[in-house]
């Protein structure tokens, strides 16, 4: 366990009682597992939408089972500013409790496989049926056409697919899947980008629409100029670990006190200006370094001067001599170093907020930082059902329907 002065530096904030977010007064009913719709909803509930978390009994969402010891971590972060309600998605009343939601929100996003919510009787005709305007975001691992559609869709299949994980990897080594739930993570950034963009096409049409949100469309996307490259040159890339195929130096380099830096001479004139900082300013002259085709053809001869030089050295000597340069240099971060890095503290990318479990925990910050609506911390992640009497209330149940709900175990 990480010792207290581990977050000594990180400020404490309470939360906010007004939402004065950009989104306030949106609705947003969330009806996804894991991390991709979560991702998304999170967006939208720092920013001050109503995050309602449909849960499924009794349980709840599957995230709450990813856990750093007896804590479910993920839970906490992901699920700040939602209201949890937990429902027995396949009791006879799951039907009407979720209609009557569906028709108090402006957005309903999903991740089930494609086809689930049909037999559901819970079709985009329908849900635009019960709510001419509702933004139905669905995400799945292929998307909703297409031959594996029908496939389970978890982040890891479409990172393989995707060629993310060819080109992961040290040169002659095996490929490599990421250690963190990228695919998820970028498509819940465009989950609540599309939203949005939804929104905004409601405003001027007044009608709903559907938001077909893939994992592997959102991974491929942000991996360069792939197809095209392949067009070119006939053949895939192959695996040059933390090296780059568009510029060098571009790598991670050990200093002689064991710590480790990273270089990227993305541009002719950084690279020129590195040569220079180490004393081999010839490199700028001989034709086999003074392009940058010229280097990435030779690129293990670049990066052996280079890491030659950086191994002789510790690291706050390389540091205060490439920073002085003006070369783009940084050190590689564990959480450990984050947490004593005065722009980190000074930027707030990390605070503590309340927690009932275990009083304080840290989370990131919202993105981005908005100058006259900025995001907010209202509340703590929900336990599973928390909101349930709250919401059922408001879509119009009465205290005693939603005591004989809760005595028949239909909701939580």
Wanted: aromatic share 8%; with cysteine.
């Amino acid at each position: 366990m990480a010792s207290k002065k581990t977050y000594s530096n990180w400020k404490k904030i309470d939360f906010e009682s007004e939402n004065l977010g950009p989104l306030k007064g949106v609705r947003v009913l969330d009806l996804s597992r894991l991390v991709a719709g979560n991702m998304t909803s999170l967006q939208l509930a720092d920013f001050g939408a109503e995050v309602i978390k449909v849960e499924p009994l009794p349980d709840g969402d599957p995230l709450r089972a990813w856990k750093q010891g007896e804590e479910s971590t993920f839970w906490k972060v992901y699920a700040r500013n939602k209201k949890s309600v937990g429902l027995d998605f396949r009791s006879p009343e799951f039907l009407e409790i979720i209609t009557r939601l569906i028709k108090i929100s402006d957005v309903m996003i999903e991740s089930f496989r494609p086809g689930t919510l049909e037999k559901m009787e819970l079709s985009l005709n329908q849900l635009l049926e019960i709510n001419p305007g509702l933004i139905v975001l669905r995400i799945s691992g292929f998307g909703q056409t297409g031959p594996y559609s029908s496939r389970p869709g978890f982040g890891t299949l479409v990172e393989s697919m995707s060629g993310f994980a060819h080109r992961n990897g040290e040169a002659g080594g095996g490929p490599l899947l990421p250690p963190l739930a990228l695919a998820d993570m970028i498509s819940g950034l465009y989950g609540s980008n599309a939203i949005l963009m939804a929104l905004r096409s409601r405003d001027t049409t007044g009608a709903g629409q559907m938001i077909d949100l893939s994992l592997l469309d959102s991974i491929i996307s942000v991996l360069g100029p792939e197809a095209l490259d392949y067009k070119l040159t006939g053949k895939p890339k192959s695996r040059i670990g933390n090296q780059s195929n568009l510029s060098i130096p571009r790598n991670v380099y050990q200093t002689c006190d064991h710590h480790f830096l990273s270089i990227s001479a993305s541009i002719p004139q950084m690279a020129a200006r590195l040569f220079e900082t180490i004393g081999r300013s010839d490199m700028n002259r001989d034709e086999r370094y003074n392009t940058n085709e010229a280097r990435l053809n030779n690129r293990n001869a670049v990066d052996s001067v280079v890491a030659d030089w950086i191994s002789k050295r510790n690291r706050d000597e390389v540091m205060s001599t490439f920073i002085e340069a003006g070369v783009t240099i940084a050190p590689l971060y564990s959480i450990a170093d984050i947490a004593q890095d005065q722009h980190f503290i000074d930027r707030e990318i990390y605070s503590e907020i309340p927690d009932s479990d275990l009083g304080t925990i840290p989370v990131h910050k919202a993105v981005p930082t908005l100058s006259d609506t900025p995001a907010s911390f209202r509340s703590e992640a929900p336990f599973l059902g928390e909101h349930s009497h709250e919401l059922l209330s408001l879509v119009g149940f009465d205290k005693a329907q939603i005591k004989k709900l809760k005595d028949q175990k239909k909701i939580k």
